[in-house]
């Protein structure tokens, strides 16, 4: 999977560019199937909802839903 600095990324981006940048990994790691999406670590207190809900948007949107 995609490791990310789970802190300073989500609290320090707006939420287009976190779709963007969802997009863009998934792009690279859907490649032969196999992709799953999961938040494997605790989502920090000072993230912004807006955030949290661009990256699932983002995953909905690259998967045509």
């Not at 940048?21 to 920090?44: A, W, Y």
């Not at 909802?49 to 949107?61: D, G, K, S, T």
């Amino acid at each position: 999977g995609d490791h990310r600095d789970l802190h300073s990324f989500p609290t320090r981006r707006s939420s287009d560019l976190i779709k963007e940048q969802v997009k863009q990994r998934m792009e690279i790691f859907s490649r032969d199937g196999g992709f799953v999406f999961n938040t494997v670590h605790n989502i920090l207190p000072d993230v912004p909802p807006e955030n949290i809900i661009a990256l699932y948007e983002a995953v909905h949107e690259f998967n045509g839903a």
